[in-house]
């Protein structure tokens, strides 16, 4: 069982910069992929980024690429997601979820477990 926690989001404007945290409990956090996903008002939840168990690998969607960087701590449990040049479609509330396969999935449906979500605002 891995509990997540994510934290960061806030309002910032359009260029601006957030970095937001996801702190998971349980000791079988390496086993896992961890990603981050984003849903907007009235649309489904999309894959926004994850990294490999060593962290070594990564993958983005295309819509992030470049501005977007994930990151994970192993020792501190922990995936991170820097967010740069902020556009207002960047909008969402965005989650952090864990996979425990053993290939990428950017369907949210295999993906195990899940935080609460933070909310990311950003004015034009």
């Known amino acids: 069982q891995v509990q997540l926690v994510e934290s960061g989001g806030g309002l910032v404007q359009a260029g601006g910069s957030l970095r937001l945290s996801c702190a998971a409990s349980?000791?079988?956090?390496?086993?896992?992929?961890m990603g981050w996903f984003r849903q907007a008002p009235g649309k489904e939840r999309k894959f926004v980024a994850a990294?490999?168990?060593?962290?070594?690998?990564?993958r983005y969607a295309d819509s992030v690429k470049g501005r977007f960087t994930i990151a994970r701590d192993n020792a501190k449990t922990s995936v991170y997601l820097q967010m740069n040049s902020l556009k207002p479609e960047d909008t969402a509330v965005y989650y952090c979820?864990?996979?425990?396969?053993?290939?990428?999935?950017?369907?949210?449906?295999?993906?195990?477990?899940w935080g609460q979500g933070t909310q990311v605002t950003v004015s034009s």
């Open positions: 979820a864990a996979d425990s396969s053993k290939v990428w999935n950017f369907n949210p449906t295999r993906y195990d477990y």
């Open positions: 349980g000791r079988t956090f390496s086993s896992y992929v």
């Open positions: 990294i490999s168990r060593s962290g070594g690998n990564t």
